[in-house]
């Protein structure tokens, strides 16, 4: 067997597992309840895994556009690239999507922004306009408002009033909200039939509108304008290295401080007894830690990115202190760490820094557009 034929049946193997673990997590998501048995319990089985391809088929769907853009735009500019590798995961305890994504390889050295740009903006206009369809579709095609019942059938004795009565008592984390942003709040609008929208707690019961929300939140991802995420390359080419070098550090310090704001406020240390006080102060110090951590790369001088971690963490207690409702969103911080430690925060310096057309400047600037319009500050809302 040549090295191309394992080549595909890696990518064609780790393809048929995503869809497996998507499919698996959306049926989860769909139901309430999971595959695994336990004492108590009504596992799902081979019946309402056949329903969860209608999360895993449009989602992945969106997904493969999104990579396949990034392929054949590096194709057509003659850069070496890999077919996509999809990363399955599925926990099988609820609370997954299934997958982690997919990436694909870039084998060569890219060196002109002209180029890093039309493989960068590639994918996620691609994927982007497939999400707009799925969601579109999801929300025209909504079932009537007594689907929830199929789901839920304790739900039946409020009726449709169940809002008012189904959340008093559930424990916390019991349900899960999608956060609004411009485009979703858009699709519930005016696409929606607003007697077939549920409760906001049940969205994650509907697989289409499950998938488009999802697309939506990775695509604002991977339009953040940092490093070498898609934004990164679109932004890098549109401003120049030197400049991204200085605006993309201020962005991730951005991110970073809206990420973490309110999960330390200066009343926290208020507390009656020594010892909840030097638990809380070990908790705080673990945080300042992990931020460090993730500030490390943002300079060469051990120093400076010390004086970032504690000056970001300084303003979060001040502005904590001046306004205690003020919170971000500590989901954020798994990504930040990511992006800080691993992804970068900078961009490759390029050979060639021609000044890209006005074409091209143009899709740069709707595609940082569209980064606003997908993104949702609390993307996930848990009760």
Not at 97 to 118: E, H, P, Q, V
Not at 167 to 193: C, E, H, I, R
Not at 229 to 250: E, N, S, T, W
């Amino acid at each position: 067997m040549n090295q191309r034929v394992k080549s595909y049946l890696l990518h064609g193997g780790l393809f048929l597992v995503t869809l497996v673990t998507t499919t698996l997590a959306g049926a989860e998501w769909m139901y309430g309840r999971i595959f695994i048995p336990f004492e108590g319990s009504q596992p799902l089985g081979w019946t309402e895994f056949l329903a969860g391809f209608q999360f895993s088929v449009p989602f992945l769907a969106i997904l493969t556009v999104h990579e396949f853009g990034h392929y054949f735009t590096a194709k057509a500019n003659r850069v070496r690239v890999t077919l996509p590798y999809y990363i399955p995961i599925w926990f099988g305890i609820g609370q997954s999507i299934g997958t982690l994504g997919a990436f694909i390889r870039i084998k060569d050295y890219i060196n002109s922004r002209r180029k890093y740009f039309d493989i960068g903006i590639a994918g996620p206009l691609a994927g982007f306009v497939l999400a707009l369809v799925v969601l579109w579709y999801a929300f025209s095609h909504l079932p009537p408002p007594e689907y929830i019942f199929t789901i839920h059938p304790e739900y039946q004795k409020w009726g449709l009033e169940y809002g008012k009565y189904a959340y008093q008592k559930m424990p916390a984390g019991g349900a899960v909200a999608l956060g609004d942003n411009f485009l979703f709040s858009f699709f519930k609008t005016y696409v929606a039939d607003p007697a077939r929208l549920p409760h906001p707690y049940e969205m994650t019961h509907y697989p289409f509108v499950l998938a488009g929300y999802l697309s939506l939140f990775f695509t604002s991802l991977n339009l953040i304008p940092i490093g070498q995420l898609d934004g990164g390359h679109i932004l890098y080419a549109l401003i120049g290295r030197k400049r991204f070098q200085v605006v993309a550090p201020a962005l991730f310090t951005a991110f970073a401080f809206f990420a973490g704001l309110g999960i330390y406020k200066p009343a926290d240390f208020a507390v009656p007894t020594n010892e909840e006080f030097f638990s809380e102060l070990g908790d705080f110090a673990l945080y300042v830690g992990f931020l460090y951590l993730a500030f490390a790369r943002i300079s060469k001088n051990r120093m400076t990115s010390l004086l970032v971690t504690l000056s970001v963490v300084a303003t979060q207690l001040v502005v904590s202190w001046v306004n205690p409702d003020l919170e971000g969103y500590s989901g954020f911080l798994v990504f930040v760490f990511v992006l800080g430690r691993f992804l970068g925060i900078y961009h490759p310096e390029t050979e060639l820094e021609e000044p890209l057309d006005l074409k091209r400047q143009v899709l740069g600037w709707l595609a940082l557009l569209i980064f606003v319009l997908c993104f949702s500050p609390r993307p996930f809302i848990i009760s």
